[in-house]
């Protein structure tokens, strides 16, 4: 059967009015934001208690769908009233899995939101990264690997050209941002939990492991010596993205196979980190897929 317009303000489009969506949720709504429940959210917006916790924060519909995707991600839901009459699949769904859902009121959603705009859904997740070793299980083809990355958009917006570009693993080492940062989260578009993700891993440990599974390295620098038009992508290949500001250090270009620039035809003096890294990523990926 297919479902309707709303007929009545303030009706859910299943059939359940607003003043009883919330009854079905099991709770009534959380208005205190210094509640016990609302702190220990709170305060995994802080780097320190994610880690001592081993829980972070994915906010909005995208990265909390995303998150429902992996069994037992997910260890709470908080909402709004507005957002569960917006997305009430993602309710449903987190109530079939078992998640407490909780719903909140502005102010709470305010607490916990770390944008201007709240989208009034934000899911309290455990970490999702593996280790390096299990990253590279199989025979990965394309890896990304982020060296000294300290910009969260970057990375996340590098997470999500990897995860669209077929990447095996994305590897963020032992200097780069933490990825679960809440800006690093919500531009990954869900990417962090589409593909295997490690962090903390020292560079030189990483070449080491990614030759060893037969990938040949490659650093992303506008100062190298070869462009994209010069070198055969058609094999397995890992890129080291560095810092947008400083580059990559001399250390990391020396532990690389060759040093790689994107050519730039045009006036502009360069690109920023995530859009070259997009096109290395897909440089490689078209090039694999090549008969």
């Not at 095996?168 to 080492?173: I, M, P, Y």
Request: proline content about 6%.
């Amino acid at each position: 059967m297919t479902v309707g317009p709303l007929l009545f303000k303030g009706c859910h489009p299943y059939g359940r009015c607003s003043h009883d969506w919330g009854m079905w949720m099991g709770g009534s709504e959380l208005t205190n934001v210094r509640s016990p429940r609302v702190k220990a959210a709170r305060r995994l917006t802080k780097r320190a208690f994610r880690e001592q916790d081993r829980k972070f924060l994915a906010e909005g519909p995208q990265a909390v769908r995303e998150a429902l995707k992996l069994d037992g991600v997910t260890l709470e839901l908080f909402s709004t009233a507005e957002a569960e009459l917006r997305h009430p699949e993602l309710i449903t769904q987190a109530t079939l899995q078992g998640v407490p859902v909780h719903r909140a009121s502005g102010e709470v959603m305010s607490e916990l939101s770390q944008t201007v705009t709240p989208q009034g859904l934000v899911a309290v997740c455990g970490l999702v990264h593996v280790p390096l070793e299990q990253a590279l299980s199989g025979q990965p083809r394309l890896v990304a690997v982020l060296a000294h990355v300290r910009d969260p958009g970057n990375a996340g917006t590098v997470m999500r050209a990897a995860d669209a570009a077929g990447a095996d693993a994305v590897v963020l080492t032992d200097a780069s941002v933490d990825p679960y940062n809440g800006k690093c989260v919500r531009a990954s578009a869900g990417s962090l939990f589409h593909l295997p993700v490690t962090i903390g891993a020292p560079v030189g440990a990483a070449v080491r492991q990614l030759r060893e599974r037969g990938l040949r390295v490659l650093a992303a620098d506008g100062a190298g010596k070869h462009t994209l038009d010069d070198v055969d992508l058609a094999g397995p290949t890992a890129w080291i993205f560095g810092n947008e500001a400083w580059g990559l250090p001399e250390e990391i270009l020396a532990e690389a196979d060759d040093v790689v620039r994107v050519p730039i035809y045009g006036q502009a003096e360069s690109l920023n980190l995530a859009t070259a890294a997009a096109v290395c990523l897909y440089s490689s990926a078209r090039a694999q897929r090549v008969p």
